[in-house]
Nanobody, 114 residues
Framework: QVQLVESGGGLVQPGGSLRLSCAASGSIFRLVAMGWYRQAPGKQRELVAYIFSGGSTNYADSVKGRFTISRDNAKNTMYLQMNSLKPEDTAVYYC????????WGQGTQVTVSS
């Protein structure tokens, strides 16, 4: 059973930066595409960015140019560098396999507020 553990969230002012991490157990991590998702209060969960096993990436228009997704297959870890954060980026952020989802982790809260 693959487990996903997100970390790195917090409270940051608009324009600030955060780096999220996703630690995955199991040996399949390096073979599959992985994504970062987020769910804001009262809204549906949405895909923010995803990365293929070889490193190719794709971003939602709302974060393009501000967020960078990366992965370290040797460490079974994925990252999301978030710069120029906006209040509308406030959400719980989750990582998961893309597009075939695994059981969700607990997520990490990101709050952008002055």
């Amino acid at each position: 059973q693959v487990q996903l553990v997100e970390s790195g969230g917090g409270l940051v002012q608009p324009g600030g930066s955060l780096r999220l991490s996703c630690a995955a157990s199991g040996s399949i991590f390096r073979l599959v595409a992985m994504g970062w998702y987020r769910q804001a209060p009262g809204k549906q969960r949405e895909l923010v960015a995803y990365i293929f096993s070889g490193g190719s990436t794709n971003y939602a228009d709302s974060v393009k140019g501000r967020f960078t997704i990366s992965r370290d297959n040797a460490k079974n870890t994925m990252y999301l560098q978030m710069n120029s954060l906006k209040p509308e980026d406030t959400a719980v952020y989750y990582c998961n396999r893309h597009p075939s989802l695994l059981p969700w982790g607990q997520g990490t809260q990101v709050t952008v507020s002055s």
